[in-house]
């Protein structure tokens, strides 16, 4: 099955720096690739996704990459803010199913 | 927050017995799913359900059972509870024709003694 991992663990950026969470893969059919941002206590919430076919998306401060030949991805947060601390899970959806696999998580501070 | 209820949101229960969680939602979305999130794993997958009574099992389904006898609930069923089943247990509903997105419930708190 699907094989998801995501580094670092824990990241702790300033306000205002950039963060970037990486995620790998290994099924090379898998075609959706949410990230979901879950606060302390809170469910998790979709922030963004990207499609196989494409590389790129970016919702203003937000944005994800996708190499599918390399088979990785990841999520990149400009500008960060405190309220952008919270843990950040990536998620793979194989090609031939409705399952998502989902990354450990990172716990991302931003340090006023 | 995508019409997904979940009951009880917290429990506290001795190990032995069997629990039931339910998972309601109000949006009509074919798949259900139910996750334990422990610490250092993120979201595992116990079971799914892709229709009324469809359901398949997930990477950490032992112990656990499902039913779907109504598109609107999902029952996660804890045969016999162990403390290795303490955890918070998210329920969550997809639809592919309203584009994929898996909705999560509010998380129920489940403590075996």
């Known amino acids: 099955g699907e094989n998801v991992e995501q580094h670092p663990s824990t990241l702790s950026v300033q306000e205002g720096d950039s963060a970037v969470i990486k995620c790998t893969y290994s099924d090379s059919a898998s075609n959706y690739f949410p990230w979901y941002k879950q606060e302390l206590g809170k469910r998790p919430q979709l922030i963004i996704d990207i499609r196989s076919n494409v590389g790129e998306k970016k919702d203003q401060r937000i944005a994800v990459t996708l190499n599918k030949t390399a088979k990785h991805f990841s999520l990149h947060i400009t500008e960060t803010q405190p309220e952008d601390s919270a843990v950040y899970f990536c998620?793979?959806?194989?090609?031939?199913?409705?399952?998502?696999?989902f990354g450990k998580g990172t716990l991302l501070t931003v340090n006023p | 927050d995508a019409g997904i209820t979940q009951s009880p949101r917290h429990k506290v229960t001795e190990t032995g017995t069997p629990v039931t969680l339910r998972c309601h939602q109000t949006?009509?979305?074919?798949?259900m799913y139910w996750y334990r999130q422990d610490p250092g794993h993120g979201l595992r997958l116990i079971h799914y359900s892709y229709g009324v009574k469809d359901t398949d099992k997930g990477e950490v389904s032992d112990g656990y059972s499902v039913s779907r006898s109504k598109t609107e609930d999902f029952l996660l069923t804890l045969e016999s509870a162990t403390s290795s089943q303490t955890s918070v247990y998210f329920c969550a509903i997809s639809d592919r024709d309203r584009g994929e997105t898996q909705y999560f419930g509010p998380g129920t708190r489940l403590l075996v003694l």
């Open positions: 998620a793979a959806r194989g090609g031939s199913n409705y399952k998502l696999t």
């Open positions: 949006e009509n979305h074919r798949y």
